[in-house]
């Protein structure tokens, strides 16, 4: 079983409205991360942080803003989405450093834009 | 840059029958490379790394995978498949010459489809 929690599982909103998703690991790990998720598609890497410092931002619009509060804990603030953003977010950690570490999953945040 | 390939969109097998999954990678320098499972509306659960020493890893569910560098392949396996093993299998490769390098580099997905 993950060892990532993620809230809520599932989210609709309006595309003028502003939600947070929520992410949290006690394996102290001391890197986070966000990915976005396509039915049947890869996973695709949105932001990194590691030692809670914002490491990797893959283009992703400012509709999306991340924030690590603390080491445990990592959100996805959204606001003003498109219906194109519907999509499974999903977060991870791992171990920061060697890049042998295994990335572990949460069950994901499907989110639906109306 | 690296890259994985994922020749197969989907594996038909009967159940009790071997489960091959296959997978290329291409990266400067050695590769760590891995597997993960999606079962349906579920996140990605890791099924087993290769990272350095022995070439065939075993890992969780009865999986195993062969790193094989000549052929630059990491191909998952399972002796006998099981329905249950109908998921979206996806293979991952990261270069292992940079330190604190978190880029994951995904491979397509194969949706194994386990026949009763």
Known sequence: DTEVTQTPKHLVMGMTNKKSLKCEQHMGHRA?????QKAKKPPELMFVYSYEKLSINESVPSRFSPE??????LNLHLHALQPEDSALYLCASSQDGPSGNTIYFGEGSWLTVV | AQSVAQPEDQVNVAEGNPLTVKC????????????????????????????TGDN??????????????????????KPSALVSDSALYFCAVRPSLYYGNNRLAFGKGNQVVVIP
């Not at chain 1, 690590?68 to 804990?73: A, E, G, Q």
């Not at chain 2, 075993?58 to 998952?76: I, P, R, W």
Request: hydrophobic content about 35%; some cysteine; overall charge positive.
């Open chain 1, 68 to 73: 690590c509060p603390n080491s445990s804990l």
């Open chain 2, 24 to 51: 290329t990678y291409s990266v400067s320098g050695n590769p760590y490379l891995f597997w993960y499972v999606q079962y349906p509306n579920r996140g990605l659960q890791f099924l087993l790394k290769y990272i």
């Open chain 2, 56 to 77: 065939l890893v075993k890992g969780s569910y009865g999986f195993e995978a062969e790193f094989n560098k000549s052929q630059t392949s990491f191909h998952l396996k």
């Open chain 1, 32 to 36: 986070m991360y966000w990915y976005k």
